[in-house]
């Protein structure tokens, strides 16, 4: 079992930047972000094939998160710029190991992970 733990959650303005951080207890070469706001279905958001260092990001988020790891750290980050009230959320990040690339977006589209953090909350006040 991989343990995930967010952090980095917080309250800004609207037009601010916050970068979340995803410690996992084991390399994973496909790593996701998630994201559920209160009555809402969970959406994904970004994601890295680290085999070959390919990210994904859905359109609304597209041109203003970053999303990054560093094995070093055994961190998944994403940046999120430009931030905006539609992004308020609890932002979960999600992994698996010995993906294939098609597997890897497959499972980002599918929300089809075994490993989940507990979340980190991002408020977003306009």
């Known amino acids: 079992q991989v343990e995930l733990v967010e952090s980095g959650g917080g309250s800004v303005q609207a037009g601010g930047s916050l970068k979340l951080s995803c410690k996992y207890s084991?390399?994973?070469?496909?790593m996701a972000w998630f994201r559920q706001a209160p009555g809402n279905e969970r959406e994904r958001v970004a994601a890295i094939y680290t085999s070959a260092d390919r990210t994904y990001y859905t359109d609304s988020v597209r041109g203003r998160f970053t999303a990054s790891h560093d094995n070093a750290k055994d961190t998944l980050y994403p940046q999120m710029n430009s931030l905006q009230p539609g992004d308020t959320a609890m932002y979960y990040c999600a992994t698996d190991n010995g993906r294939s690339h098609t597997s890897c977006y497959a499972g980002w589209r599918q929300a089809g992970f075994p490993n989940w953090g507990r979340g980190t909350q991002v408020t977003v006040s306009s």
């Open positions: 084991a390399f994973q070469n496909c």
